[in-house]
């Protein structure tokens, strides 16, 4: 079964940078959809950024200009950039990859920890 495998996760302070990065471990038909997900310990899953196939970008408000979401449809992979780091960014963060048409499906990866520390 194809599994989403993220990496890119980890320690940084506040202010600084990490890349995420999200790949399938085999081959998805039709991947239309990608994005990024996060998760705060006691809170409910959010949604981070989303990219189409043709690059078109969606960020939640109070991400955009720090996030930056990309993909590579030669690879099935996406990357989350994360710049100016702050505490409340502090999360697991996951990948999600929908398949076009009407049986469209959603495939989870497991997850990466990310502390961003004051």
């Known amino acids: 079964q194809v599994q989403l495998v993220e990496s890119g996760g980890g320690l940084v302070q506040v202010g600084g940078s990490l890349r995420l990065s999200c790949a399938a471990s085999?081959?998805?038909?039709?991947?239309?959809?990608m994005g990024w997900y996060r998760q705060a310990p006691g809170k409910q899953r959010e949604w981070v950024a989303t990219i189409g196939r043709a690059g078109r970008t969606n960020y939640a408000g109070s991400l955009r200009g720090r996030f930056s979401i990309s993909r590579d449809n030669a690879k099935d992979t996406v990357y989350l950039q994360m710049n100016s780091l702050k505490p409340e960014d502090t999360a697991t963060y996951y990948c999600?990859?929908?398949?076009?048409?009407?049986?469209?499906?959603?495939?989870w990866g497991q997850g990466t920890q990310v502390t961003v520390s004051s």
């Open positions: 085999g081959s998805i038909f039709s991947i239309n959809a």
């Open positions: 999600k990859f929908t398949t076009y048409g009407p049986s469209s499906y959603d495939y």
